[in-house]
């Protein structure tokens, strides 16, 4: 499934997992879903911020994908879209952006189980980033914010939170003491190493623990091309063009 978004003048594609995804996309997601039960240790519930240190790096995307492979394991999944500014997994999922999150730290509306929206996939659900607020980190580190996420961890096994770059705004250091850790995305040939030094920086000035790294937008090396071609030689698992695409955590 691809969305479309605009973004200044181009359009820029979110892929979402699904039926036709390339299979080394579709394992990659696995191992980073893998690593992160293990980095959680195998706690039957979690709450993990997604961010990334500039715009345009794949956090929203990791997000997603994230959470489609934590629901195909059974777990009640909800994604959660902090980013106020410029909102997007409403977006990939087809859904309305409104009502959503800033309608229920504004108080316009008070039941967030009417506001959270199904998906297609099994097990996953999203609140929608709602009204754009004139004041995203202040209603995002506001009482009602904690209370919130309270009331969502009795009822969702996992909830992976979507923020904006956290060099640019300082919503997501706002949302730090409500999680159990981050995961910083990064993108080859885009994100600098002097990004990922400060963004690391802040996250370990606000003593938070760091779950991985997500590294993405990775260029399929001559090894890579021979792996593929054996495994569609031998085993049959691959279909197709292999994406240039990886990702460790």
Known sequence: MWIRKRAKKELKAIAILDETTNFMVREAYKTIRTNLLFTLQNQKSGR????????????????????????????????????LRKPLIHRCFARTGEPGLSDLLAGIKEDPFEVIQSTDYENLSILCAGTLPPNPAELLGSERMAELMIKLSQEYEYILIDTPPINLVSDALTLLSLADGVILVVRQMRTSHPEVFNALNSLNFANTKILGVILNGIRISEQDKYLKKSYKKYNGYLVGNADSFRAHI
Request: proline share 3%; charged share 15%.
């Open 48 to 83: 993990v911020i997604i961010t990334s240190s500039a715009p345009d790096e794949g956090k929203t995307t990791s997000c997603c994908n994230l959470g489609i492979t934590l629901a195909q394991t059974g777990a009640k999944v909800l994604l959660i879209d902090c980013d």
